[in-house]
């Protein structure tokens, strides 16, 4: 089960922990983080993780949801469909992709990045 942390303000790498947590807890394949911070302008982390099947694309995104919730965190937006494959969270200084196998392999997404920028492989 994630974690649900009462009456303080999370910083960005105990979000990234939180999502981690919520993505492992429903067996989500590849989880990486990556911290682009070196790199990139807008975005401090990128979490990027896979499912193997729609229903599990969903399930991840409603656990990662329900925790976020539950830690008071609000100021998010979900993009992307099921059907296509690829669902992003914006939380601003964390980007979070969950990908089918098949589209994650296609895009690729942590070579964009260099393998210097995984900072933890679950």
């Known amino acids: 089960m994630t ?3 009462k009456n303080k303000k999370l910083n960005s790498q105990q979000i990234v922990e939180l ?21 990139s302008n ?13 229903p599990q694309l969903r399930a991840i995104e409603k656990e990662i949801d329900k ?7 609000k100021s998010f937006r979900w993009q992307g469909l099921v059907k296509s494959g690829w669902l992003v969270l914006d ?9 089918g196998v098949e589209e994650r392999a296609y895009y690729n997404l ?3 990045w260099g393998k210097e920028a995984v900072v933890y492989h679950y």
Not at 21 to 39: F, G, N, P, W, Y
Not at 42 to 54: L, Q
Request: hydrophobic share 50%.
């Open 91 to 99: 939380l601003g200084a964390i980007v979070v992709h969950i990908m």
């Open 42 to 54: 807008i975005v401090d982390y990128m979490i990027i993780c896979s499912g193997e099947s729609g």
């Open 3 to 5: 974690k649900t942390r």
């Open 110 to 112: 942590e070579e964009l």
């Open 19 to 39: 999502i981690g947590q919520a993505a492992e807890a429903i067996k989500a394949l590849d989880l990486k983080v990556l911290d682009v911070r070196k790199t």
């Open 67 to 73: 925790i976020l919730r539950n830690n008071k965190i």
